[in-house]
């Protein structure tokens, strides 16, 4: 997270404005932002074509929350009209789509902030009054978005199926991965074949699977699992 402006306290949130084509979804989140900003007026638009309705009846909302997803737009162009329509209003975007590219291009946009669509109400309360009061507001995991790892470099770290295994162990499941052998692997580690066997065999226990083949395949569908969101990504990206 960082600040622009002079940070302020907010008491209150007076209005927002949910643009999401999903009624219970946007349901949910004006109730949880009821509960968090008392007297909150709220409006909703399940389309980008309704909510330039809603800000031309003269609705001014202290925050617009949109989704990119609408079903009158394709990719990020939704949220550049909007940008372009209404440059002043403060945008918070709310999307089940999350990369550090998207964040880098939202903000880069005019976005306020960024939010995942599974984050808590807790979370979301305290992002709404972050941007209210003028502060742009990024997800820790994407707050650094000039540095984008590759998924191979952070899927070990980051999936609960392969998080427990040793760095060394590590280091055999990517030499195992890209066929090498016990032999090759205990040369380029500098490691005696035995104790490359004893890794393996220890990390296949680890993992839960019974061969060097079933290890590969496991580390596969980890990264197909982490990236899959990638294309739609990029699909968003080029509009």
């Known amino acids: 997270m960082y600040t622009v402006g002079d940070p302020k306290t907010v008491d209150n949130v007076s209005s927002v404005l949910i643009v999401d084509d999903h009624p ?136 609960p199926e392969l998080s427990t295994l040793t760095p060394q162990q590590v280091r055999i499941l990517k030499l195992i991965c890209v066929g090498k052998s016990n032999k090759q692997i205990a040369y380029e580690l500098t490691l005696a074949e035995a104790t490359v066997k004893a890794h393996i065999t220890a990390l296949l226990r680890r993992l839960g699977v019974r061969n060097r083949t079933q290890a590969a395949v496991l580390v596969d569908s980890v990264l197909a699992r982490q990236t899959r969101h990638e294309p739609e990504v990029k699909t968003f990206l080029q509009h």
Request: aromatic content about 8%.
């Open 24 to 159: 219970l979804y946007g349901d949910a989140l004006a109730a949880a932002l009821q509960l968090s900003f008392e007297n909150c007026r709220i409006e909703k638009a399940r389309t980008l074509k309704q909510t330039f309705e809603v800000l031309s009846s003269g609705f001014k909302p202290d925050l617009i929350m949109f989704d990119l997803k609408l079903p009158d737009v394709t990719g990020i162009s939704g949220f550049q009209q909007l940008r372009e329509r209404w440059p002043a209003a403060p945008v918070l975007v709310i999307s089940s789509l999350a990369s550090s590219e998207l964040v880098r291009s939202l903000i880069d946009h005019g976005a306020m902030g960024f939010l995942p669509k599974d984050a808590s109400a807790q979370t979301l309360k305290f992002v709404v009054g972050e941007i209210a009061a003028g502060r742009k507001y990024v997800p820790p995991e994407y707050s650094r978005v000039d540095e984008v790892p590759a998924p191979e470099s952070n899927v070990y770290q980051s999936s």
